[in-house]
C-alpha cells in the first residue's frame, strides 16, 4: 500500500462497513457446511484487526474445520503469538522478502525493520507453531540475488519457505515480465548450492511444487528416517533437512486445480486473485437472509466462475484490465 497513495490523510472504509467477527464467523460455517475445509486469515495485515486471537477462537469452534491458518507480514507477532495460539490458531505464514533491511523496507514500504520479524517468527516457534511457512517474493533485480542466503539462512525442520513469482496483482506494482524470476531458476540456484529432490504435494490443488533438501555427502539421515529407508539411500531427500516450496503461478500457471476463494473484510467474495468484481455477501447478511439463501448465493458464484488469469497473462494483459488490490484481498 503505497504511501503517495495510502497517506495519513487517505479515508479507509468506515468502521460499520466491516464485517464483524460474528458475521465472519456465521459465513465462514456456512462455507464449511459446503466443504470448505481450510480458513486462512489475510489482509492486509490481519494483526491489525483488534482482538484478533477472539475471532481465531470463534472460528475455531466451527464444527468440520480442519485447519485454521494465518499469512502476517510478523510485525506484531513476538506480542502476539502465544495468544493466537492458545485461540486455536494451527499454523502460521510470515511474509519475508529479503534479510537486508535497505531491501526490504524497499520491496514493502514499512517501516520497521527484518528483527522486528525475526522476534516474531521466534515467537511463534516458541508457542509452538513450527515449522513456520515463510513466504519470499523474488523479484528480478531487487532480491533475487539473496535467493541461497534466504534459503540457507531458513534451512531445517523449523521453517518451510515458499519462494513465489512476482506476479501482476492488483495495477499499482508496475510489473513487467521480465522482473519475474522463474520458479525453475529459483529451484536451479539453491540445488547447486544445496542439492534438492522433489518431493509430493500434501494434497491436490496445492500451490506450491514442494523439494526436500538432501543430507550432504557422507552425512547420514536422522535415525528414524534410516531405520525406515535404511543406509542405501542415505543421500536421499530427508525431513530432518527441511524442504522448501516454489510458487509458479506466472510460468506454470495451475488454475485447473484451484479451490481458493477471497472474502474482503468489507464480505465481498472474490474467486480468483486476479478478480475484479466481488460477490456481495454483506448486503445478505444485513437484510436478514437466511443460512440456506447465503448458501444458495455462494453455490451460484462458485458454480459460475471461470476464472483462469493466469493461463491467459501476457506481457500485455496487466494493461488491460482492472484487478482488485492485493492489501484487499491478500495472497
Known sequence: MPKEVFGRAYKFLDREKILSFEEITRLARIFVAHGVRKLRLTGGEPTLRR???????????????????????????????????????????????????????????????????????????????????????????????????????????????????YMDVGASNGWDMSDVVPAAEIVRMIGAEMPLAPADANYRGEVAQRWRYKPAAGRPVGRAVGRAVGRAVGRGPSPDAGEIGVIASVTQPFCGDCTRARLSADGRLYTCLFGVIGHDFRKLLRTGKSDEEIAAFLRRAWGKRTDRYSELRTQATPGKRERVEMSYIGG
Open 51 to 165: 482482538d484478533l486471537p477472539k475471532l481465531v477462537a470463534m472460528l475455531r469452534e466451527i464444527e468440520g474445520l480442519e485447519d485454521l491458518t494465518m499469512t502476517t507480514n510478523g510485525s506484531r507477532l513476538a506480542d502476539l503469538a502465544p495468544a493466537l495460539r492458545a485461540a486455536g490458531l494451527d499454523r502460521l505464514t510470515v511474509s519475508l522478502d529479503s534479510l537486508d533491511d535497505a531491501v526490504f523496507r524497499a520491496m514493502n514500504d514499512v517501516d520497521f525493520p527484518v528483527s522486528q520479524v525475526l522476534e516474531g517468527i521466534d515467537a511463534a516457534l516458541a508457542a509452538g507453531f513450527g515449522p513456520v511457512k515463510i513466504n519470499m517474493v523474488v523479484k528480478r533485480g531487487e532480491n533475487d540475488h539473496t535467493i541461497v542466503d534466504f534459503a540457507r539462512r531458513f534451512k531445517g525442520p523449523d521453517y518451510i519457505v515458499r519462494f513465489i513469482e
